[in-house]
């Protein structure tokens, strides 16, 4: 079947004043006008966290405007398309499917299979994010995950607060950014108490920290822990750093006298690690890099992308505007983007789903011609 000669996928952005379902109705309407179409295959549809106790009544406007009952998405703390990102004002983005790409049910997946996934920070449960398929997306909510957090496919509010979808009628991949800057190389675990390093390498673990800090840092009164992370390593540890092959851990507190340091999880003996630091410049060179190693292993120009980017991350992270956003924008000029500000971002790494931080997780996808 050859391509139709109108785009097959546009997106719309709509901002206002109150959480009203107008919004919803009229982000769809703004997408529907540039496909030239009456009626959708399907919409990806997400508000911001002003709609969070009034999202059926804007699923109802979005999906009478797209004659479409497939709506699918959820509540988040911001949203964006290719043309803007919304944080702190009630908006609705929407992403409108018509030709063959269409969204659907997830029923029995099969492990290669690709599924867009979303869950409230309530309801999420690792269980459910390590089942079948490879999943990419992220926790729904209110920055921080407190509150209620509805989330809604087929046109309703699913109860079970989590949401899955095939996408029908495109080839997909996807890619993650942790926008960090190494510090170290793999170190391995030699000793722990619970959510304590103790040492690696055998040397005592906040030592092979504070030796790996940059002057800058090193010169600032206290550490500042908010930025700095430890990367577990997953799979093998040679090239993982350049492949994305790891899971940031925050840290909680260090101990001098003890020379430990204490994580947000456990790493055990025989783990392998390294230091990392959250740095714009670095972010913004990674997500460069793994749009190009995406797109490689989709093997097309992309028509459409699909993005979850942390809260942490955005125009609060980079200083002026969400070069994450602006990474996409810029490699694929016009190209459709929808996505969310989330609480935790979903990947598939060495075949299997993680729970990440900090990180941006997306999918670009070609439509079948």
């Known amino acids: 079947m050859a391509r139709t000669s109108g785009p097959l996928i546009a997106t719309g952005l709509a901002r206002g004043s109150t959480a009203e379902p107008a919004l919803a109705a009229m982000a769809v309407q703004l997408a529907?006008?540039?496909?030239?179409?009456?009626?959708?295959?399907?919409?990806?549809?997400?508000?911001?966290?002003?709609?969070?106790?009034?999202?059926?009544?804007?699923?109802?406007?979005?999906?009478?405007?797209?004659?479409?009952?497939?709506?699918?998405?959820?509540?988040?703390?911001?949203?964006?398309?290719?043309?803007?990102?919304?944080?702190?004002?009630?908006?609705?983005?929407?992403?409108?499917?018509?030709?063959?790409?269409?969204?659907?049910?997830?029923?029995?997946?099969?492990?290669?299979?690709?599924?867009?996934?979303?869950?409230?920070?309530?309801?999420?449960?690792?269980?459910?994010?390590?089942?079948?398929?490879?999943?990419?997306?992220?926790?729904?909510?209110?920055?921080?995950?407190?509150?209620?957090?509805?989330?809604?496919q087929h046109g309703r509010l699913n109860p079970s607060g989590r949401c899955e979808l095939y996408l029908h009628g495109c080839d997909g991949a996807t890619g993650v950014s942790h926008g960090i800057r190494a510090l170290s190389d793999a170190l391995e675990v030699t000793s722990s108490r619970g959510f304590d390093l103790l040492s690696l390498q055998h040397q005592p673990a906040l030592n092979t920290l504070a030796r790996e800090l940059p002057l800058e840092v090193q010169q600032l009164d206290r550490i500042p822990l908010h930025r700095i992370l430890a990367a577990e390593i997953i799979g093998d540890t040679a090239n993982a750093l350049n492949e994305g092959r790891y899971h940031l851990i925050p840290l909680v507190a260090t101990d001098p006298h003890q020379g430990s340091v204490t994580l947000a999880s456990q790493l055990v003996e025989g783990d392998r690690m390294f230091w990392a630091l959250r740095q714009p410049a670095a972010a913004e060179h990674n997500m460069r890099m793994s749009l190009i190693r995406t797109e490689h292993a989709l093997g097309h120009s992309p028509d459409f992308a699909i993005m979850a980017t942390s809260a942490a991350r955005g125009a609060a992270f980079y200083g002026d505007d969400d070069r994450d956003l602006l990474a996409l924008t810029r490699q694929y000029p016009g190209m459709p983007i929808i996505g969310f500000y989330s609480n935790g971002e979903f990947a598939s790494l060495e075949q299997d789903n993680h729970l990440l931080e900090y990180a941006c997780s997306f999918g670009l996808f070609h439509a079948h011609v």
């Not at 966290?49 to 109802?60: E, G, I, M, N």
């Not at 004659?67 to 702190?88: P, R, Y």
């Not at 299979?113 to 979303?118: A, V």
């Open 32 to 152: 529907m006008e540039q496909l030239s179409v009456s009626h959708a295959n399907a919409v990806l549809l997400f508000l911001s966290d002003a709609f969070v106790r009034s999202a059926q009544p804007a699923l109802l406007a979005a999906s009478r405007a797209s004659q479409c009952i497939q709506v699918a998405g959820g509540c988040a703390t911001g949203v964006f398309t290719e043309q803007d990102w919304v944080l702190d004002a009630p908006a609705a983005a929407a992403m409108v499917f018509s030709g063959p790409v269409q969204l659907g049910l997830v029923h029995s997946p099969e492990a290669d299979d690709l599924l867009l996934s979303f869950a409230s920070a309530a309801t999420f449960a690792q269980p459910w994010l390590n089942a079948t398929g490879l999943r990419f997306g992220g926790i729904t909510g209110h920055a921080g995950g407190a509150g209620p957090s509805p989330v809604w």
